[in-house]
């Protein structure tokens, strides 16, 4: 039995038993309108709602949930890999049988990386689909890269305390990361590949001393600490140059920067952009198949 084979019937047995479903259209397919696959990773469907519907002006958009909606009853015996074969299975199921091909993928953070291996995958199957990936922010996940520490004993306990829950949030995240065997360099691609990317830190420190009352200037001094040791203790992934590492893999990236933070790129005033890089880039390269 092939592994594809497997993985669609565990998949759809664990789906049915929940009544859900990994992927959806946002508004139903349009035979007018290319398909874009939007990839959540970990970002939650609200944040990416201005996203979604910039894109349904001139898009089907089939958007993939939040991992962590299925990860435990699906992935937690899985590598990425895996999880990448049955993504794509749910794709294959949902629009080769339908004649539909898709025109680009896309996704946000860790949504990025996947909607890159998706990419990947489904090439293997449709090698006359040149679709371009469009990365929001991403970061390729890479357990063996090594991540820049620092010493969280800094961090007073008041902090820690404020911050306890994202903390585990964090943890989670990781222990994801290193469950799912992320390792080495992006599998090449040669389809067109852009980045956008978030240029201002997250203000951890500002959301700290708004939420006690005091200003950020008075929570730097009282604590000792700024946004940028915050986010290598709390969000170490984050920290990385993105960017540096893209073009590493791909020196002929489209590297895009927004001013905004992370979820901020994610914004009504800037999603237009990334739209427009997806139609000037899908024009003519993929139809339909109706």
Not at 19 to 26: F, G, L, V
Not at 57 to 81: G, K, M, N, T, W
Not at 132 to 139: E, G, N
Request: glycine share 6%.
């Amino acid at each position: 039995i092939k592994l594809n084979d497997l993985l669609k019937t565990k998949t759809i047995r664990g789906l049915l038993s929940l009544r859900q479903s990994i992927c959806s259209w946002a508004s139903g397919p349009d035979e007018d309108k290319p398909v874009v696959v939007l990839v959540q990773g970990e970002t939650n469907y609200e944040s990416l709602k201005p996203y979604i519907d910039a894109l349904s002006e001139h898009f089907s958009v089939l958007v993939i949930e939040s991992i962590r909606s299925h990860f435990e009853y699906l992935f937690l015996d899985a590598d990425i890999d895996e999880v990448t074969e049955m993504y794509y299975t749910h794709l294959d199921m949902r629009l080769s049988l339908a004649g539909l091909q898709v025109a680009a993928f896309t996704g946000h953070c860790l949504g990025g990386d996947l909607a890159y291996r998706l990419a990947c995958r489904w090439r293997d199957d449709n090698p006359d689909c040149y679709a371009p990936v469009c990365l929001l922010d991403s970061f390729w996940v890479d357990n063996d890269r090594p991540v820049q520490k620092v010493d969280a004993g800094r961090i007073p306990e008041e902090l820690v305390r404020f911050y306890e829950n994202q903390t585990d949030i964090i943890d989670n995240q990781m222990n994801m990361y290193t469950s799912l065997g992320f390792h080495g360099a992006p599998v090449p691609y040669d389809g067109k590949l852009s980045m956008f990317r978030a240029m201002k830190t997250t203000h951890l420190l500002a959301a700290v001393a708004a939420a006690i009352g005091i200003t950020e200037e008075e929570a730097a001094s009282r604590f000792g600490v700024d946004d940028d040791f915050l986010m290598k203790a709390w969000q170490p992934q984050r920290a990385v140059d993105n960017e540096q590492i893209w073009r590493s893999y791909r020196p002929d990236i489209e590297c895009f920067h927004v001013d905004s933070d992370h979820m901020g790129i994610l914004g009504s005033e800037y999603v237009g952009e990334y739209v427009e890089w997806l139609m000037a880039n899908t024009a003519g390269n993929s139809k339909n198949l109706f």
